[in-house]
Protein backbone atom coordinates (compact mmCIF):
# COMPACT_ATOMS: atom_id res chain seq x y z
CA UNK A 1 0.00 0.00 0.00
CA UNK A 2 1.48 3.68 -0.95
CA UNK A 3 2.09 5.94 1.74
CA UNK A 4 2.43 9.86 1.66
CA UNK A 5 5.56 10.42 4.30
CA UNK A 6 4.89 14.17 5.08
CA UNK A 7 8.08 15.00 6.65
CA UNK A 8 8.18 18.69 8.70
CA UNK A 9 11.55 17.55 10.60
CA UNK A 10 14.71 18.87 9.90
CA UNK A 11 17.63 16.38 8.64
CA UNK A 12 19.48 16.95 12.04
CA UNK A 13 16.75 15.84 13.65
CA UNK A 14 17.83 11.89 14.47
CA UNK A 15 18.25 10.30 11.46
CA UNK A 16 15.88 11.23 9.50
CA UNK A 17 16.93 11.16 6.14
CA UNK A 18 18.55 7.31 6.62
CA UNK A 19 15.22 6.28 8.13
CA UNK A 20 13.41 8.14 5.06
CA UNK A 21 15.85 6.13 3.03
CA UNK A 22 15.16 2.31 4.89
CA UNK A 23 11.41 3.05 5.26
CA UNK A 24 10.43 4.33 1.35
CA UNK A 25 9.08 2.20 -1.06
CA UNK A 26 9.66 3.31 -4.63
CA UNK A 27 5.43 3.49 -4.88
CA UNK A 28 5.71 6.15 -1.58
CA UNK A 29 5.61 9.75 -1.69
CA UNK A 30 7.50 12.45 0.30
CA UNK A 31 6.39 15.70 0.65
CA UNK A 32 8.63 18.03 2.58
CA UNK A 33 6.97 21.06 5.27
CA UNK A 34 7.85 23.12 7.87
CA UNK A 35 11.90 22.72 8.38
CA UNK A 36 11.81 19.50 6.51
CA UNK A 37 12.08 21.44 3.71
CA UNK A 38 16.07 21.56 4.31
CA UNK A 39 16.17 18.08 3.41
CA UNK A 40 15.44 19.01 -0.14
CA UNK A 41 18.81 20.52 -0.33
CA UNK A 42 20.63 17.27 0.24
CA UNK A 43 19.29 16.18 -3.23
CA UNK A 44 17.97 12.76 -1.44
CA UNK A 45 16.89 9.81 -3.68
CA UNK A 46 13.51 9.65 -2.29
CA UNK A 47 10.46 8.37 -4.64
CA UNK A 48 8.38 11.38 -5.53
CA UNK A 49 9.74 13.85 -3.85
CA UNK A 50 7.88 16.82 -3.35
CA UNK A 51 7.50 20.07 -0.90
CA UNK A 52 5.27 23.01 0.52
CA UNK A 53 6.33 26.09 -1.67
CA UNK A 54 5.04 28.37 1.30
CA UNK A 55 7.44 26.81 3.32
CA UNK A 56 10.46 27.15 0.93
CA UNK A 57 9.57 30.85 -0.01
CA UNK A 58 9.39 31.62 3.76
CA UNK A 59 13.19 30.41 4.55
CA UNK A 60 14.05 32.12 1.45
CA UNK A 61 15.18 29.39 -0.57
CA UNK A 62 13.81 29.58 -3.68
CA UNK A 63 16.48 30.49 -5.44
CA UNK A 64 18.55 27.43 -4.55
CA UNK A 65 16.06 25.32 -4.81
CA UNK A 66 16.33 22.26 -6.66
CA UNK A 67 14.75 21.79 -9.82
CA UNK A 68 13.95 18.42 -9.80
CA UNK A 69 11.93 18.72 -6.24
CA UNK A 70 8.00 20.07 -7.47
CA UNK A 71 7.02 22.39 -5.05
CA UNK A 72 3.26 22.45 -4.27
CA UNK A 73 0.47 24.29 -3.02
CA UNK A 74 -1.84 23.88 0.07
CA UNK A 75 -4.03 22.71 -2.90
CA UNK A 76 -1.11 20.49 -4.08
CA UNK A 77 -0.68 19.06 -0.60
CA UNK A 78 -4.18 17.88 -0.43
CA UNK A 79 -4.00 15.88 -3.85
CA UNK A 80 -1.12 14.20 -2.70
CA UNK A 81 -3.27 13.12 0.34
CA UNK A 82 -5.21 12.06 -1.75
CA UNK A 83 -3.41 10.42 -4.08
CA UNK A 84 -1.84 7.91 -1.56
CA UNK A 85 -3.67 5.47 -0.02
CA UNK A 86 -2.60 6.48 3.52
CA UNK A 87 0.20 8.88 5.16
CA UNK A 88 2.65 9.26 7.48
CA UNK A 89 4.05 12.11 9.75
CA UNK A 90 7.67 12.43 10.64
CA UNK A 91 7.99 15.18 13.00
Not at 47 to 64: M, S
Request: some cysteine; charged content about 10%; aromatic content about 6%.
Amino acid sequence: MNTLHIVSCPPSASTTLDALLRTCSTTDGVLLTGNGIYLGLQSPALPALHALRHDVEARGLLAQWPANIPLVDHNGYVDLCIRFAKSLNWS
